[in-house]
């Protein structure tokens, strides 16, 4: 198998278990054999050199790409896009500034997966714009648990990231579930995969299958609760977040202090809100829903 096919063409591998095996079989390279090869590129634009550059890299490219799996994209196209980026870092390595070659290409791998996620990832097409994309890959991460953010979390969020309140609102709907791993099985610092028999691998994807199903069921839900979330007045949006949807459940006396409010009332609120978001979430079927 030649080396084009290898990194331009992961999608010729069988599976993902295969084409880790294959990469994990080139050696790294010592600091001065790539310094040597680095230079030849640099001074020369040596595609053989190149050749032997890219190899030995591929698979930080694959460690780096399966970070990004819970995305819900194809993990050889995830890696397919980072060995774009990859060959784009090699050919603008300078190795006179001191730097190893992968940190200098992290950056170049990251941007090209990150682009790929955006043109392909059919919840998030409209992410476009500067502030959208930066929603896309930093929410999660300035979030301080899975639940969906609250009033104050979202304005913290909103000004670190220098971005509208709403916009984080509708991104946090977008990216409401818990990023599930596609490749949820363990590879060593060599990659070698636990799956190496066919009925296990086949065993793995049926049940990815599966649970790929169930993600995409719940994801549904998650967006329709937040469009029936955003027709309630503050006061009951609130109110429900915190009783209902927050990582610790708020008691009816912090909320009516924070309302100024009776428990009793705040309890009244909660119920006929509760009974609203049924009304508002009635074509659901209940039954595909449990």
Known sequence: MSASSIYSNGTNIDSLSQYLGTISKYPLLSEQKETALASKVFSEKCQQSINALVLPHLRYVAHIARGFAGYGLPILDLIQAGNVGLIKAIKRFNPQKG???VSFAI?????????????NWSIVKVATT???RKLFFNLKKYKQDASWVNETQAKKIADELRVQVKDVYTMDGRLSQKDKQMDNYHHDEDFHSPYTEDSKYRGYQEDFADSHERDNW????SAELRVA??????RSRDIILHRWLSHEKVTLADLAEKHQLSSERIRQIEIATLTKLKTLLGHIPMAAAA
């Not at 941007?111 to 996620?117: K, V, Y």
């Not at 979330?229 to 503050?234: E, F, Q, R, W």
Request: aromatic share 6%; hydrophobic share 35%.
């Open 218 to 221: 719940n994801q549904h839900l």
């Open 130 to 132: 500067k502030e959208q």
């Open 99 to 101: 730097n190893r070659l």
């Open 229 to 234: 979330l955003n027709k309630l007045d503050k």
């Open 107 to 119: 950056h170049w791998i990251k941007s090209e997966i990150n682009e790929f996620i955006i043109r």
